[in-house]
């Protein structure tokens, strides 16, 4: 049975697509934390970082790449953004399949950490 983001993949469920190419996909997070709060995925199922592996580097250069290109798209360059990548447990990685939070259009997106 395929993870929820893979049903997002192949678009068994639907999501508010921002951004597409070969490798990633990005869309909407439905429970939006900030006012543009954006989930960027690789298309192949890959469950954590740590899952990873040497094959691949164009999945991994194409995630950085998302980000410039969405950041370009939501003018989000001048005020600035902030990239999370829940990991594991202790992060409260919820949705195993590997996601880049791009948390944006807020003037002041509040101190990294709350513990
Ligand atoms: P994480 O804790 O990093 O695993 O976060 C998972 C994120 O996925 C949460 O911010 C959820 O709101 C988001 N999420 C879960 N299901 C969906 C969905 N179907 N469409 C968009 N975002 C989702
Ligand atoms: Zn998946």
Do not use: W
């Amino acid at each position: 049975m395929s993870c929820i983001f893979c049903k997002i993949v192949s678009n068994e469920i639907p999501a508010k697509t921002v951004y597409e190419n070969d490798y990633v996909i990005a869309f909407y997070d439905i429970n939006p934390i900030t006012r543009e709060h954006i989930l960027i995925i690789p298309k192949k199922h890959i469950s954590s970082i740590d899952h990873i592996s040497d094959e691949d580097k164009d999945i991994s250069a194409a995630l950085f790449n998302a980000v410039r290109e969405i950041v370009k798209l939501k003018n989000m360059q001048d005020d600035g953004y902030r990239i999370i990548i829940n990991n594991g447990r202790a992060a409260g990685q919820e949705v195993f399949h590997l996601h880049l939070h791009l948390l944006g259009g807020e003037k002041n997106l509040g101190p990294m950490l709350s513990l």
